[in-house]
């Protein structure tokens, strides 16, 4: 099958959760047999090294013949509404692009990976032939859908070209929200680059990474943004209730992306009670690093899906501090970590002493559980297998 993944943004420039999705899927469906090109709807040449799938830089900017996308600044649903309808001008960019690259001779299958550009996309390519399947991966598509009265009838409208669809947790494929079929289909884990490490090979890292020689370490595995909860793991340092032997180390904060945000994250982290490190951005085989660094990892979102940076944890036999949002409740469970209420500096810092406190062996016996759990139901190649049963459908 020829499979064509659109995302606005990808792993040769960033490496967010999406990001990681789309380059792991491609990947595992290359490897069954399919043929998958990446198209990036985002200008740039390429940034970090990558070695899978062809990619295809489709600039919304130079696409068409209309000037660039422009929002001013603006806060709450006025930024909301600016930035939703720069995305309609983008998409309409871009799908008049596609239109006339002769898709339905180079590709079976159109998978979307956002939504607002998704759909107008979409639209603009449903008599082209090629059958066209969409991955609701969060962001516009909950804030949409909770608008009071219009909200729903908003994201199905939006969702009529899709032949098929996915979510990642069940909150993100509700088929009351959309006129397309959906289903669950969890995020994977590479569970090659991301394993457990032994009590040596845990010391050997944090030397090498030039990690505190504490007894515990707790990792933030999450960019710097507000979706993320990060300033509540920053204010949960600063109570008497973080337990002093425990340092914690953020990792992938991608400080320059929201400045303001990272300004109240490091005004709290300036009194911590612990010791604290804060590594801007890595590669999956730098996180795979700090995580078998280790012992804990805190997930404090606000919003979360299937969360990639928990499976990863997971999969490096680490036991979870998760908030008790979206799909997290779904992976937490009293076998592999703690779900406390999201916005619970408080809560977040009693969880992680409770972890920090266990004995050496139920430390260990969480770890194999939630290593047991990764492999057996989020390895991406079983994802891999139940994307391509969606496209199949999709053409029936």
């Not at 499979?3 to 040769?12: A, E, F, H, R």
């Not at 998409?91 to 596609?98: K, M």
Request: proline residues 6%; glycine residues 8%.
């Amino acid at each position: 099958m020829r499979i064509l993944m659109l995302t606005n943004s990808y792993v040769d420039r960033t490496r967010g959760g999406v990001e990681l999705h789309v380059f792991n899927l491609a990947k595992e469906l290359e490897a069954a047999g399919h043929a998958v090109t990446v198209g990036r709807t985002s200008p740039g040449e390429s940034q970090l090294p990558v070695d899978g799938p062809a990619l295809w830089v489709i600039d919304p900017h130079t696409a068409g013949t209309e000037g660039r996308a422009r929002t001013r600044r603006s806060t709450g649903g006025a930024r909301f509404l600016s930035n939703f309808l720069a995305r309609v001008q983008i998409g309409r960019r871009i799908g008049r692009t596609l239109r006339k690259a002769g898709l339905e001779d180079r590709f079976d299958v159109i998978h979307h990976h956002d939504f607002v550009t998704s759909a107008v996309i979409a639209r603009r390519l449903r008599r082209s032939g090629v059958r066209q399947v969409w991955t609701n991966h969060l962001g516009e598509f909950l804030i949409l859908r909770r608008i009071p009265v219009v909200g729903r009838w908003v994201t199905r409208w939006l969702t009529t070209p899709f032949q098929a669809a996915t979510g990642p947790s069940p909150e993100l494929a509700d088929q009351a929200a959309v006129r397309c079929p959906i289903r669950y289909v969890p995020n994977g884990v590479d569970v090659e680059t991301f394993r457990p490490a032994g009590d040596v090979e845990r010391q050997d890292a944090r030397s090498e990474l030039g990690l505190p020689a504490v007894e515990t370490v707790c990792i933030v595995p999450r960019r710097w943004a507000p979706s993320k909860g990060v300033v509540f793991a920053a204010e949960a340092i600063t109570l008497p209730e973080w337990p002093a032997e425990v340092a914690l180390v953020f990792v992938g904060a991608g400080e320059s992306d929201f400045p303001e945000y990272a300004q109240e994250v490091r005004g709290l982290l300036a009194h911590a009670r612990g010791m604290v490190v804060v590594v801007d951005s890595v590669d999956a085989t730098g996180m795979a690093s700090y995580l078998r660094a280790s012992d804990v990892c805190v997930i404090p979102s606000l919003l979360e899906a299937t969360s990639l940076s928990a499976l990863e944890a997971m999969a490096s036999g680490l036991p979870l501090v998760a908030s008790d949002v979206g799909g997290l409740p779904e992976l937490v469970n009293d076998r592999t970590g703690l779900l406390v209420p999201p916005r619970s500096p408080l809560e977040l810092a009693k969880a992680v002493s409770q972890l920090a406190a266990l004995p050496a062996e139920a430390r260990l016996t969480m770890a194999a559980e939630a290593r047991r759990f990764v492999e057996q139901s989020y390895a991406w190649s079983n994802i891999a297998v139940r994307i391509s049963e969606m496209y199949d459908e999709a053409a029936s």
